[in-house]
């Protein structure tokens, strides 16, 4: 297989886009990309997205948005994997190309979101968990995470409040992304202070969705001799693992085996351990979801995750940086489109792009999307070369 290098990348600001359609917000993300790529044309496009059939009413995404950025007779694909679908999308792509069925590739994580009322997004977000026996029971997608939540603080013996930092981290980072929909700091008090939504995770708990897209653009590493001074980033490895779709029926409810499945592949592939990554971009959609994902990648025991956020080692300054550009709970979480944010994000940093939260010399980072509650997870690591 063909080593493979990201050759461009775009993204839109997150937000409430009410006069911009789909299509819209899609092809800015993949124009940008094309744009910094400098090149017009990719021989496939691969579409990350969850929701478009029952928020958009629209379908077969892939030609949709072919249609609307000129990659007419061109392979065009959706990809889906709930929340997971970003990055598995990037996953399929990066098989393309490295098989050498392709030459290139453009990769787009999109969703629109405010299309529909805060009850039709919170049913449409259920359909990522067992329709026969957690939807149909009438448990939402975040009461399914506090589920988990509550049983991780009763097992560890945590605190709500431990879990502030992991919020007060991606607020205090997003403050330096434009393209984040939270630009609010936040403190401990108003962290302990915000509503309740689903005990025991409160607003502040929990990522907002939004309209939003992110895209790459990918080629065999041989072909990108010089990038106008920039590095050149390499994708070093690439896994995807699932386990049960419901809670439940898992051997282990507190444990995100499939996290710990891809990272462990991920690891053996690019030759590398966590102590060598020098930043993760988790899929925060929860805070008990940071805490599990690190757990799971080998930064912290079993049940001490939250403490990599007490002693303030998550930051960017810290031992391993996490949402550096805000993560989903401040950049903010289209969840289609997440993943691709990720693999975004991890390129700015390894270019050295993110000014005030760059992290010190990053030259290997890992992305790490999730689809439902751990049922599918996607991990990438991507180094300067």
Known sequence: MQKIAILGIGQ?????????????????????????????????????????????GQNQLGT??????????????????????????????????ASGEVESA????????????????????????????????GVSFVGLNALVMQRYMHEFGWKHSDFAPFSINAHANAMHNPFARLHEKITAEKFEGSAMVATPINLLDASPTGDGAAAAVIVPAEKVASLKGKPRILVAASASNTDTIAIHSRKDPLFLSAAYKSAKRCYEIAGVGPKDLDVFEVHDAFTIMAALSLEACG??????????????????????PICTRGGLKAR????????MYQIVEVTQQLRGECGETQVDGARIGMAQNIGGSGASIITHILKVD
């Open 12 to 56: 839109t600001r997150i937000g409430e886009h009410w006069d911009e359609s789909l299509r819209d917000i899609a092809g800015k993300a993949a124009f940008a990309a094309l744009q910094d790529a400098g090149v017009e044309k990719v021989d496939a496009l691969y579409v990350g997205n969850m929701l478009s059939p029952l928020i958009n």
């Open 64 to 97: 949709f948005l072919a249609d609307w950025i000129g990659l007419w007779h061109q392979e065009a694909v959706k990809v889906e994997a709930a929340c997971g679908s970003g990055g598995a999308a990037f996953r399929a792509a990066l098989m393309a190309v």
């Open 106 to 137: 453009l990769v787009v994580g999109i969703e629109k979101m405010s299309d529909k009322t805060s009850h039709d997004i919170t049913a449409s977000l259920a359909t990522a968990a067992d329709a026969d026996y957690e939807a149909d029971q």
């Open 299 to 320: 930064f912290a025991e079993r049940g001490k995750g939250v403490q990599l956020g007490l002693d303030n080692e998550i930051t960017p300054r810290g031992r391993i």
């Open 332 to 339: 903010g979480h289209p969840v289609g489109a997440t993943g």
